[in-house]
């Protein structure tokens, strides 16, 4: 757990600030996208070279971990 912390990083500067992954100019936004249309990890690394199957891993991590808050219905 927390494999991410080695993998995402956010500098003002890039991308407006949003997670990305190693410095690069590609988010986890953009990972999760790629995820929701369909994409497999085998299709976005063929895309992507520069990325590793442990960085999107990291980037769904990340994001499942930003999830984890109460919500209180009103």
Same mark, same amino acid.
């Given at each position: ?10 500098? &003002? ?5 949003? &997670? ?24 976005? /690394?063929?895309?992507? &070279?520069? /990325? ?12 499942? /971990? ?9």
């Amino acid at each position: 757990m927390y494999i991410y912390k080695n993998i995402i990083t956010i500098e &003002p500067g890039k991308r407006s600030g949003k &997670p990305c992954i190693r410095g690069m100019r590609i988010t986890v936004e953009d990972i999760l996208h790629w995820l929701a249309s369909d994409m497999t990890f085998d299709d976005i /690394l063929q895309d992507f &070279p520069e /990325l590793t199957k442990e960085d999107l891993v990291a980037a769904l991590e990340f994001a499942a /971990l930003r999830q984890q808050r109460t919500v209180i219905a009103a």
